[in-house]
C-alpha cells in the first residue's frame, strides 16, 4: 500500500511538519523519546525513523511509564525529557507522571497526537479536550493548528518547561497539521539567565547570619541545579556550617560530611529536628513547597528562618520565613558567601551540633545488622548503601520505606538518591530507574519498590528486557499496601482491607525474560545484591520484609530526642530550645523547661556514645604558632601548587584542597588534573620519555636520584612538617619517613649502577655446541604508579626511585588526601637538568580521570599501594600489562617469651600497634601472649597504651595524631563497638573524640567474625589472647585473608624457623613486631595483600625485562 504521507516536493524551503519537530527536538538536546505511539502519530513516528541515529525511540508498556521516564530525564539533566502518546486514553495515561512532573519541578514535554482538525473522520471517536485536561497539570499547553505555528510554539514550550520552577508541558499535534508542509524555519535557541537577587536582601541575609550563633542550612529541591550545587558544596565547606536536607534535596551535598546532621525525612519529632530545635537561625535554601515541610513552624518563638530560592516563600501556617533573597540560588549563595568570607565569618567550631550528632548518630546505627527475617527494613537500607558505589542511581517507588531510605542512606553525590517527596505517587520506581539506566548505561542502577508499587508497572520489566538493560529491581514484599496499613494501626482502626496476594515474583521476572532471586535470609541479601549489580541483564530481587521493628523505634524516637538535647544542655550549662519555635508552648508560657515523656527511652545506646575525652593538646594559639613559625619553607597555608605534567609544572585550576589533618582547616590548594591530562602524560610518556629515560647512562641516573637526596637532606624538617599537616602524622614520625625517603633514593642511587646481565654456555646438547649468550635487563617501559595516603613520601619514593633506577618514564597518582609528599618529589625532579622532562609525570587526579593510568596499554607495568577491594579491581580492568600490588593486612605477633624484656617488649609492641595511629598495613592488629606469660604482658601492655599522648601532630609530644578523616573515626570506633557487642572485652579506649581521634584501644577475646579481627582496621585498635601451642597460634595467624608480613619473639631456634616455614606471608620478623620495613628488604604479601615485591632491587627487575643475544661460535678463530 502505498504512503500517500511521504509528501515530496521541489521547494528547499518547505518541510514536512513532523519532520520539523524532529529537528528542533534534536537541536533541543533531545536524545530519547518514550511512549507508545498510535495511528495518530504515525508522521511523528515516520520523521523518527529518518532521524534515528539522532533521536532514539524507547518503546515502554504504558503511558504512564513514558511520562515517569521523561520527567527523570528533565531531574537528571535540567533539560526536558519527552513523551509520546496517542489521544484519548493514551493521552490520559499521562496525566500521572505530569502531575508528578509538575509538583516535583521536573522538565519535560509531552506530545500527544489527535485525530484531524480540519476535517472529521471519526466524529468524536476517542476525542476528548486533552489540552483543557492538561491545564491544571502544566505549565503550558497548546494545540497546534498549522504547521506554520509549531516552530515557535514548541521553542515557547521547552522555555517554559525549564524556566523556574521547571515542569511539565503539553503539545497536540493533530495528524493532518503533521503531515502538512510547513517553513523550514527554525526558531534560535535563546540561553536563558535566571536573574538575581537585590542587594538589599542579600545584605539582610548577610546580617541575620552575622548575629546567628548556631545557624542551620536545610538544602531543598529546587537547590537541585549544577550551579547551584556548587555554591554550596563551598559554602558549607568553607563557613563550617552545619546542614541537613529535604527527601528531595539529598544528594546536593556530600551526607558523608561533618556537618550533616541527617535527612528531615519527616516534618517534626525526628531525631534531626532535635538539632534544628537548637538552632536559632535555619536557612532554607531551595526550599519548595510541594515537598511535605521539613520543620513545622509556629508563632511567636525566636528563631528565625531565611528563605533563599528562585520564588518567593508561600506563607502558611507551618512555613513563615523572617527574611527572603529571591532570585537565582547559586548566585545567592555565591554573595552571601563572599560577604561573609570578607567579613572572616565561620562557625567552624560547633560543639553543641558536633556532640549531639555523636549522640544521635549512635541511635541511628540501630538495626543495621539486625539479622532478622523476613528482614528488618533498616537492615536492608544499610546492606543497599554497602552494595552501591559512589555514583550508583538508587531509584524509590513510595511506601514507607522510602522515609526509611531517606533517613538512613546517605547519598554520596547529586542525583543519586531519587524519591518523590511531592506528589508521592506509587508505580514509578522501576521506569524512573529505567530512565537512569538510558541516560547512564555505565552506571549502576537499582530501583526499590514495595510489592503493591511494583505491580503497578511491572509490565515495564519488558522494556528492560527489550532494551538489554543491566539493571536491578528490588521488591519489598510485605503482601500488603504497607505505609497505609501501618498508618491503619497507628489511627486506631482494625487491620482491615489492605492485604495482597501476590504472584511468585520470581517466575514473574522470568516470564519476562529477567532473573528471578528470592532472600531467604537476611544474611544472603547483600551478597546477593552484590552479585545482581556486577552481573549482565536485568535482575528482580524479592524480599520479604517487615516495618515491626522500625514501626517500634520511631516511637521511641521523639523522646529520645528530648532525651538528647537534655544530655547536650546538661554538659554545656545552658538552655539551648526556644519552645515556642518548635510547638511546645505549654513549657514556654509557663516558663518551664519542656519535659520529655520519660517511658522506654534507650538510654543504654545513648549512654554508651563517646563522650567529649581530654585529648593532650596544645592551644589553638600555640597550634598556629607552630604553623606561622615556617616561614621560610616553600609551601605556606593558602599557597596553590602545580602538578607536574612531561616535567613542567601546570595549574590549570586550584580544585583540590588539602587540608590541616588536625584543624580540618585548608592549609593549601593543588591543581587537579582531568582526563585529557592524564592521557597527554601518557602520550609523552610512551613517546619521547621513553626513549631519552631508555638512553640515559647509569651514572646520570645516579645523578637524578642522589639529588634528590642532597635536596631532601637539605630540606628534611620542611618535608616532614608538611607531612605532618597533610597526613596528620606526629612530627617525630613525619621526620623519620623524610629520613625513609633520603635512605630509599640513596639505595637506588647505588642499585642503578648495578642493574647486571650474565654470560651463559648454551653448548647443553649436540645441537647447541657452540652457542653461548649475553643477557641484560631493559627497561619495560612506561610505568603507572599510583601511592596511598599514610606515606606519602617514602611508599610514593619505593615506585619512583627505581623507576628512575631502570630508566622508565612513569605517571605517579598521589593519594588525593596526601598529595604534597610526592608534589615535592616532582619539584626536585623538575629543577635537575639531569632528567628528562618527558621522563616523569605526577597528577593529582580523582579516580575517575585516572582510570587511564589502569587500563591504558601504552603502560608496560602498574604499580599500585593503597586497599585489596581497589587493588584487585584496578588488576581486573589492566589488560596485558603486568601488575605490582601492595594491599593490606592485619599483622598478627606471636609473643612466645619476654626474654628482650618485659619493657623493652612493651615498648616495642606498643610503638608497632599505635605508631601513626595504626594507619600502616603492617601495624600490629592481632596479638597472641603464651598463657604462662599473658597476664603479665597483658597489664604492662594496657598501662603503657594508656599513657600514649594525642594530639597535635606538630608537638614534639604527640605520639597519637589524628586517623585520616572523621569518616575513618567513626568506622574505626564502630568496630570496636561490634567487637565488644560480639562478646569481646575492651581494656581501653575505643571512643571517637575530637572529630579524628580515636583513643587507642585493647580489645581482648574478640570473635573471629568481628570485623577488628578479620579485616584491616587502620587505626589505632589491637586485639588480644592467649594460647598455650605455639602450632595452634601459628594457624591462628594464619587464619586470615591477608599475609603481609607477622612478627615472632621466641628465643626457641626451632619455633623461629617452624614460624618461617608455615607462617603464609610475604615476610617473618623473628624478635620484633610486623610493623618494620627496612627499605633494602623484599617487601610484599600473599593471599589478598599482594602481588610481586617492593624493595629497591626487588623493584627494578620488575621496572625491567630480561633480553638475551644468542651467539654462535663467539670467539672462535
Known amino acids: 500500500k502505498p504512503n500517500n504521507r511521504s509528501i515530496m516536493t521541489s521547494d528547499s524551503n518547505m518541510i514536512k511538519t513532523s519532520d520539523l519537530l524532529v529537528d528542533i527536538l534534536i537541536e533541543e538536546g533531545v536524545q530519547f523519546v518514550f511512549g507508545i505511539p498510535g495511528e495518530e502519530n504515525l508522521d511523528f513516528l515516520d520523521s523518527l525513523r529518518k532521524k534515528q541515529g539522532d533521536i532514539k525511540l524507547i518503546l515502554t508498556r504504558h503511558e504512564q511509564a513514558a511520562a515517569f521516564m521523561s520527567a527523570t530525564i528533565g531531574r537528571l539533566t535540567g533539560q526536558p525529557g519527552v513523551a509520546l502518546t496517542t489521544l484519548g486514553p493514551g493521552a490520559t495515561n499521562l496525566t500521572t507522571g505530569a502531575a508528578f512532573a509538575f509538583l516535583g519541578g521536573f522538565p519535560c514535554f509531552f506530545l500527544t497526537g489527535q485525530k484531524p482538525i480540519k476535517e472529521s473522520k471519526q466524529a468524536n471517536f476517542q476525542i476528548i479536550n486533552v489540552v483543557e485536561m492538561m491545564k491544571p497539570l502544566t505549565k503550558f499547553t497548546k494545540s497546534v493548528a498549522s504547521g506554520n505555528m509549531l516552530a515557535a510554539t514548541v521553542r515557547r514550550a521547552f522555555a517554559s518547561s525549564v524556566t523556574e520552577k521547571p515542569g511539565p508541558v503539553h503539545i497536540e499535534l493533530a495528524e493532518d497539521v503533521a503531515s502538512e508542509l510547513t517553513s523550514k524555519r527554525i526558531f534560535e535557541k535563546l540561553t536563558l539567565r535566571r536573574p538575581i537577587a537585590e542587594q538589599k536582601a542579600i545584605t539582610r541575609a548577610v546580617e541575620l547570619l552575622m548575629a546567628a550563633q548556631r545557624p542551620v542550612v536545610i538544602v531543598g529541591a529546587a537547590a537541585n541545579r549544577q550551579r547551584a550545587i556548587a555554591a554550596l558544596r563551598a559554602f558549607v565547606a568553607e563557613t563550617g556550617i552545619y546542614w541537613t536536607s529535604t527527601q528531595m534535596g539529598k544528594g546536593v551535598l556530600d551526607e558523608r560530611a561533618k556537618g550533616f546532621l541527617g535527612c528531615t525525612a519527616l516534618s517534626d519529632n525526628d531525631l534531626v529536628h532535635g538539632a534544628l530545635n537548637m538552632s536559632d537561625l535555619v536557612i532554607m535554601i531551595g526550599h519548595d513547597e510541594s515537598e511535605k515541610p521539613p520543620i513545622i513552624m509556629l508563632p511567636g518563638g525566636t528563631r528565625k528562618v531565611l528563605h533563599i530560592s528562585f520564588t518567593p516563600a508561600i506563607v502558611d501556617n507551618v512555613y513563615s520565613p523572617s527574611a527572603q533573597v529571591v532570585g537565582d540560588v547559586a548566585n545567592a549563595v555565591w554573595q552571601i558567601h563572599e560577604e561573609l568570607r570578607a567579613k572572616g565569618k ?169 532473573h528471578g532471586h528470592r532472600v531467604t535470609s537476611a544474611e544472603e541479601f547483600g551478597p546477593l545484591l552484590a552479585k545482581c549489580l556486577d552481573s549482565n541483564g536485568t535482575h528482580v530481587i524479592e524480599v520479604p520484609f517487615s516495618y515491626e521493628w522500625f514501626s517500634a523505634e520511631l516511637e521511641e524516637t521523639e523522646k529520645e530526642c528530648y532525651h538528647i538535647v537534655e544530655m547536650v544542655e546538661k554538659e554545656f550549662g545552658t538552655c539551648l530550645i526556644d519552645c515556642k519555635s518548635h510547638g511546645h508552648d505549654d513549657a514556654a508560657q509557663t516558663g518551664a523547661k519542656a519535659t520529655p515523656p520519660t517511658a522506654s527511652v534507650k538510654q543504654t545506646d545513648i549512654a554508651s556514645a563517646p563522650a567529649p575525652a581530654p585529648v593532650e593538646k596544645p592551644s589553638e594559639a600555640k597550634h598556629q604558632k607552630l604553623v606561622t613559625s615556617k616561614k621560610d619553607y616553600v609551601v605556606q597555608k593558602g599557597s596553590s601548587l602545580p602538578f607536574y605534567l612531561g616535567g613542567d609544572p601546570y595549574k590549570p585550576n586550584e580544585n583540590l584542597a588539602v587540608l590541616n589533618k588536625y584543624t580540618g582547616e585548608e592549609f593549601c590548594k593543588v591543581a587537579l588534573a582531568d582526563e585529557s591530562h592524564v592521557d597527554k602524560a601518557i602520550e609523552i610518556a610512551a613517546g619521547v620519555g621513553a626513549k631519552k629515560m631508555r638512553e640515559l647512562p647509569a651514572y646520570v641516573r645516579q645523578q637524578i636520584l642522589q639529588n634528590v637526596v642532597d635536596e631532601a637532606t637539605r630540606r628534611r624538617d620542611e618535608f616532614g612538617y608538611y607531612l605532618a599537616i597533610e597526613a596528620g602524622k606526629p612530627i617525630k614520625d613525619a621526620r623519620g619517613e623524610a629520613d625513609r625517603l633520603i635512605q630509599t633514593f640513596k639505595l637506588a642511587a647505588e642499585e642503578s649502577t648495578r642493574i647486571y646481565g650474565e654470560y651463559a654456555d648454551l653448548e647443553i646438547a649436540p645441537r647447541a655446541t657452540g652457542y653461548s649468550s649475553v643477557t641484560k635487563r631493559v627497561p619495560v617501559g612506561p610505568v603507572s604508579l599510583i601511592s596511598p595516603f599514610n606515606f606519602p613520601l617514602n611508599l610514593a619514593a619505593h615506585k619512583v626511585a627505581p623507576a628512575i633506577a631502570a630508566g622508565c618514564p612513569f605517571v605517579l597518582k598521589p593519594a588525593s588526601k596526601t598529595p604534597l609528599g610526592a608534589l615535592l618529589i616532582g619539584e626536585i625532579l623538575a629543577n635537575d637538568p639531569n632528567m628528562p622532562p618527558e621522563g616523569f609525570s605526577i597528577l593529582p587526579c580523582s579516580r575517575e580521570a585516572g582510570n587511564l593510568l589502569t587500563t591504558d596499554n601504552r603502560f608496560k607495568l602498574m604499580s599500585f599501594t593503597g586497599s585489596p577491594d581497589v587493588g584487585y579491581a584496578l588488576k581486573d580492568k589492566a589488560s596485558k600489562k603486568p601488575v605490582v600490588l601492595e594491599l593490606g593486612g592485619n599483622a598478627a605477633c606471636i609473643i612466645d617469651d619476654l626474654d628482650v624484656g618485659l619493657s623493652q617488649l612493651v615498648d616495642e ?104 579481627y578479620a579485616e584491616e582496621v587502620f587505626g589505632p585498635a589491637v586485639c588480644i589472647e592467649k594460647y598455650s601451642d605455639f602450632k595452634t597460634a601459628v594457624a591462628e595467624v594464619n587464619n586470615s585473608r591477608f599475609g603481609l608480613q607477622a612478627g615472632v619473639y621466641t628465643n626457641n631456634f626451632n619455633y623461629a624457623h617452624y614460624a618461617f616455614d608455615k607462617i603464609d606471608a610475604g615476610g617473618v620478623c623473628i624478635n620484633s613486631t610486623p610493623s618494620v620495613r627496612i627499605d633494602s628488604q623484599a617487601y610484599g604479601g600473599v593471599k589478598d595483600s599482594g602481588l610481586g615485591r617492593e624493595g629497591i632491587k626487588y623493584a627494578i627487575e620488575d621496572y625491567t625485562e630480561v633480553k638475551v643475544m644468542v651467539m654462535k661460535n663467539a670467539g672462535k678463530i
Request: charged share 25%.
Open 346 to 514: 565561620t562557625w567552624e567550631h560547633q560543639p553543641v551540633f558536633k556532640r549531639y550528632k555523636e549522640l544521635a548518630d549512635v541511635v541511628m546505627e540501630r538495626g543495621k545488622e539486625d539479622g532478622s527475617f523476613p528482614m528488618n527494613i533498616v537492615r536492608v537500607v544499610s546492606e543497599l548503601r554497602k552494595a552501591l558505589p559512589e555514583d550508583a542511581i538508587l531509584s524509590l517507588d513510595n511506601g514507607l520505606y522510602k522515609v526509611v531510605i531517606a533517613r538512613l542512606f546517605k547519598a554520596y553525590q547529586p542525583n543519586t538518591v531519587l524519591l518523590d517527596n511531592a506528589l508521592a505517587t506509587m508505580g514509578a520506581g522501576v521506569p524512573n530507574a529505567n530512565a537512569c539506566k538510558i541516560l547512564y548505561p555505565d552506571r549502576k542502577v537499582i530501583s526499590v519498590s514495595g510489592d503493591g508499587g511494583f505491580m503497578m508497572n511491572e509490565a515495564e520489566l519488558a522494556t528492560c528486557v527489550q532494551y538489554d538493560m543491566n539493571i536491578v529491581h528490588v521488591i519489598l514484599n510485605d503482601s500488603s499496601f504497607g505505609m497505609i496499613k501501618w498508618k491503619q494501626g497507628n489511627a486506631g482502626f482494625d487491620y482491615w482491607g489492605l492485604d495482597l496476594k501476590n504472584p511468585d515474583f520470581v517466575a514473574l521476572a522470568e516470564s519476562y525474560g529477567a
Open 909 to 1012: 609492641v606498643v610503638h608497632g600497634a599505635f605508631y601513626q595511629s595504626g594507619q600502616s598495613c603492617i601495624s600490629v592488629q592481632r596479638l597472641f601472649v603464651r598463657d604462662t606469660i599473658y597476664e603479665k604482658f597483658r597489664d604492662a601492655f594496657v598501662s603503657k597504651v594508656k599513657t600514649l599522648k594525642a594530639g597535635d601532630p606538630l608537638d614534639e609530644d604527640t605520639f597519637i595524631g589524628p586517623v585520616i578523616s572523621e569518616d575513618d573515626a567513626k568506622r574505626v570506633e564502630s568496630w570496636v563497638q561490634e567487637a565488644v557487642e560480639g562478646g569481646a572485652t575492651l581494656l581501653c579506649g575505643g571512643n571517637r573524640f575530637d572529630r579524628v581521634f580515636v583513643s587507642p584501644a585493647v580489645v581482648e577475646n574478640v570473635p573471629r567474625t568481628a570485623k577488628l
